[in-house]
């Protein structure tokens, strides 16, 4: 029998990862596509291709009917018309950046100081593009020609951009696409968008938003206490609070659920700095080793570059967790265990297991270890009315895989 699925897309810094989901959670097929050039200022004009490659290698993996397709991404990427590119953790010259630092000194807009430093570093693609967009939503546009901003809950207008925000900053709003909800659907595939990706008709493109969002719900983080763990190029533990939590290095945005909120402390370089290691390490043998390899190599290379990185970044993490913890325990807060993990980081056992060592604490794996397409997959079948709530869809949907418990081997 051939099996619904929706068609789970996040936009990652250095690669498009994809699979089939079905309305159970059960993953059909997996697929993810490495960007050639992903610093490059056209980076979102690789995003289709890898899309295409993708769904070519998930279709070929299982029968299969795609009924809907739901994209996120990471942000602020901002994106003109013709996918000239700043990505969120591109740097900006002091030079730019003291152009408008003083304007914008006050805003908690995570946007517009991004936005701003794109008009100023690309001023013909600026003017030439009718809208301005963030990752995901160009990656929307491509497929369905609708423009829009995916605002993950109404309270998070000063996270985006307000129109008073936008006057102060001498920003067009015409430039930046209406708001959308999340599960929104934006439109259905373009005719040739269809034929490109080789589905049987139009499917429903659904509003994902920002990565850590899909992460949220695809760990189903929705109630108080949960917390999981993004690690990818970047990395950042969360946790669900019933109210923000007062200390300087947690950042407090709102939860997808009205009320609750999302406390995080963020690591904005953690798997990069291995990946820099491992570049390198390929560079010296003249030849591709495997994530798998490189950090199998470290854990039993104590003297090795590589297990002093991976020690930093379990030091890191550990700060991370200890801060939010200590919040939590100041508010009252009991911290569910396990720490849910995802990303790009977890598909190693080695890795997981030296990881809740050090921690020692339990951490889960889902049953798709990229948890943010397990959020589109909760996105998508709340989008075609399977279910009534986003909170509804994580529960039916999101499952474990594996749970590392600490004191074992890696």
């Given at each position: 029998?051939?099996?619904k699925?929706?068609?789970?897309?996040?936009?990652?810094?250095?690669?498009?990862?994809?699979?089939?989901?079905d309305?159970?959670?059960?993953?059909?097929?997996?697929?993810?596509?490495?960007?050639?050039?992903?610093?490059?200022?056209?980076?979102?004009?690789?995003?289709?291709?890898?899309?295409?490659?993708?769904?070519?290698?998930?279709?070929?993996?299982?029968?299969?009917?795609?009924?809907?397709?739901?994209?996120?991404?990471?942000?602020?990427?901002?994106?003109?018309?013709?996918?000239?590119?700043?990505?969120w953790?591109?740097?900006?010259?002091?030079?730019?950046n003291?152009?408008?630092?003083?304007?914008?000194?006050?805003?908690?807009?995570?946007?517009?100081?991004?936005?701003?430093a794109?008009?100023?570093?690309?001023?013909?693609?600026?003017?030439?593009?009718r809208?301005?967009?963030?990752?995901?939503?160009?990656?929307?546009?491509t497929?369905t020609?609708?423009?829009?901003?995916?605002?993950?809950?109404?309270?998070?207008?000063?996270?985006?951009?307000?129109?008073?925000?936008?006057?102060?900053?001498?920003?067009?709003k015409?430039?930046?696409?209406?708001y959308?909800?999340?599960?929104h659907?934006?439109?259905?595939?373009?005719?040739?968008?269809?034929?490109?990706?080789g589905?049987?008709?139009?499917?429903?493109?659904?509003c994902?938003?920002p990565?850590f969002?899909?992460?949220?719900?695809?760990?189903?983080?929705?109630?108080?206490?949960?917390?999981?763990?993004?690690?990818?190029?970047?990395?950042?533990?969360?946790l669900?609070?019933?109210?923000?939590?007062?200390?300087?290095?947690?950042?407090?945005?709102?939860?997808?659920?009205?009320?609750?909120?999302?406390?995080?402390?963020?690591?904005?370089?953690?798997?990069?700095?291995?990946?820099?290691?491992?570049?390198?390490?390929?560079?010296?043998?003249?030849?591709?080793?495997?994530?798998?390899?490189?950090?199998?190599?470290?854990?039993?290379?104590?003297?090795?570059?590589?297990?002093?990185?991976?020690?930093?970044?379990?030091?890191?993490?550990?700060?991370?967790?200890?801060?939010?913890a200590?919040?939590?325990?100041?508010?009252?807060?009991?911290?569910?265990?396990?720490?849910?993990?995802?990303?790009?980081?977890?598909?190693?056992?080695?890795?997981?297991?030296?990881?809740?060592?050090?921690?020692?604490?339990?951490?889960?794996?889902?049953?798709?270890?990229?948890?943010?397409?397990?959020?589109?997959?909760?996105?998508?079948?709340?989008g075609?009315?399977?279910?009534?709530?986003?909170?509804?869809?994580?529960?039916?949907?999101?499952?474990?895989?594996?749970?590392?418990?600490?004191?074992?081997?890696?």
């Amino acid at each position: 029998m051939t099996q619904k699925y929706a068609l789970c897309v996040d936009i990652g810094t250095t690669s498009l990862k994809a699979a089939l989901i079905d309305a159970e959670g059960n993953v059909g097929a997996f697929s993810q596509q490495f960007f050639s050039n992903p610093d490059s200022k056209m980076a979102a004009c690789c995003w289709l291709p890898a899309l295409r490659n993708a769904t070519r290698e998930l279709t070929a993996q299982t029968e299969h009917t795609i009924c809907a397709i739901c994209i996120s991404g990471n942000g602020p990427t901002i994106v003109s018309d013709d996918g000239t590119t700043l990505l969120w953790n591109a740097p900006i010259s002091d030079a730019v950046n003291n152009s408008y630092k003083n304007l914008l000194k006050d805003m908690r807009s995570l946007f517009i100081p991004r936005i701003t430093a794109f008009r100023t570093l690309f001023p013909s693609q600026w003017n030439k593009s009718r809208f301005i967009y963030s990752g995901p939503e160009y990656l929307i546009y491509t497929l369905t020609k609708a423009s829009l901003t995916i605002l993950p809950e109404i309270r998070y207008l000063d996270t985006y951009w307000s129109n008073k925000e936008l006057e102060i900053a001498a920003l067009e709003k015409e430039k930046l696409p209406p708001y959308a909800t999340i599960a929104h659907t934006a439109g259905f595939t373009t005719p040739d968008i269809t034929a490109q990706l080789g589905l049987a008709q139009q499917v429903p493109v659904f509003c994902g938003g920002p990565d850590f969002i899909a992460a949220m719900i695809g760990t189903n983080s929705l109630s108080v206490g949960t917390i999981y763990d993004r690690a990818g190029s970047s990395e950042g533990v969360n946790l669900c609070a019933p109210f923000p939590l007062q200390k300087s290095t947690i950042r407090n945005l709102p939860s997808v659920v009205a009320g609750l909120w999302n406390a995080a402390v963020l690591q904005s370089e953690s798997g990069r700095m291995f990946m820099n290691y491992k570049k390198i390490a390929e560079a010296v043998a003249k030849r591709t080793i495997s994530y798998k390899e490189i950090v199998t190599y470290s854990i039993a290379n104590k003297s090795s570059d590589g297990f002093a990185i991976l020690e930093a970044i379990l030091h890191n993490l550990k700060v991370s967790i200890d801060t939010l913890a200590s919040a939590a325990h100041e508010s009252n807060i009991d911290i569910q265990m396990p720490i849910v993990i995802t990303g790009g980081q977890v598909k190693n056992d080695e890795w997981l297991q030296m990881r809740c060592n050090y921690i020692g604490l339990p951490f889960a794996v889902c049953t798709c270890a990229d948890a943010e397409l397990l959020g589109n997959a909760a996105v998508s079948f709340y989008g075609l009315g399977v279910y009534s709530s986003l909170k509804d869809a994580a529960t039916k949907i999101v499952k474990y895989k594996k749970i590392y418990e600490p004191g074992k081997n890696p």
